[in-house]
């Protein structure tokens, strides 16, 4: 009796040690596939971003979401489950939208583009040749090599500023308002943007706009 019954249970999903695949055809595809990966996202993170920006804080977040994006997508794709890749893109990229705390857009620009290269690799299929994959990642690190170091010559940051000169916000003191911003800050200013205004304490929210790139005061070069 009990063996009759036996043979109406799903034997092929018990888990046995004749029934582990230790290593499969893919299994080289997947080492390969990851040194493509880490490599670009180093040339991407440590070279592109860290140079710029001088931020040691999303190195770390950088590298290991590519790292699980990676993961995450080879294997939803070695399971070939449709729905589940769905949902497990979808998770991905949720990342960038509920996100607890807000990131500046150049962060987040990158950001996504640590995703999207670790998903391009991770989901290429096998008619896709290495030389492709390849170039396809060189495009892209190439491309934002142009826009970092060519294109945009220059990067304009911004500092918010409690302000309690009341008395220089009005329009016609506008260039005592920068002068003054200057003498403080140590920054040569673009320009300045008022804010919320606090008439009952007598202060003000200053935004002013500098170029990072230029002076050593940025918030791209705190550690």
Not at 107 to 114: G, I, N, P
Not at 146 to 159: D, S, V
């Given at each position: ?76 794709m ?13 998770a ?20 996504f ?85 606090d ?6 929210m ?18």
């Amino acid at each position: 009796m009990l063996n009759n019954l036996l043979l109406f249970l799903p034997l092929k999903k018990i888990i046995s040690p004749n029934t582990i695949t230790w290593f499969s055809e893919d299994f080289y595809g997947l080492l390969i596939r990851l040194g493509i990966n880490l490599f670009f996202l180093t040339i991407l993170i440590r070279v592109l971003y860290y140079s710029k920006t001088k931020r040691k804080d999303y190195l770390f977040t950088y590298y290991l979401i590519g790292t699980i994006t990676f993961f995450l997508c080879f294997g939803l794709m070695q399971m070939d489950i449709d729905t589940g890749m769905g949902l497990g893109l979808f998770a991905i990229f949720g990342i960038i939208r509920y996100r607890t705390d807000a990131i500046e857009i150049k962060e987040m620009t990158y950001l996504f583009m640590v995703i999207g290269v670790s998903v391009i690799n991770a989901l290429a299929s096998n008619d896709l040749s290495i030389s492709e994959v390849g170039v396809i990642n060189i495009s892209i690190i190439l491309l934002t090599f142009l826009l970092e170091n060519i294109w945009l010559m220059k990067h304009e940051t911004r500092k918010t500023i409690n302000y309690e000169r009341i008395d220089l916000i009005k329009p016609e003191n506008y260039e005592l308002l920068r002068a003054d911003l200057e003498k403080r800050t140590g920054l040569s200013i673009n320009r300045v943007e008022v804010g919320k205004i606090d008439f009952l304490n007598d202060t003000a929210m200053v935004r002013i706009f500098y170029y990072a790139d230029d002076q050593a005061f940025s918030d791209y070069h705190q550690n």
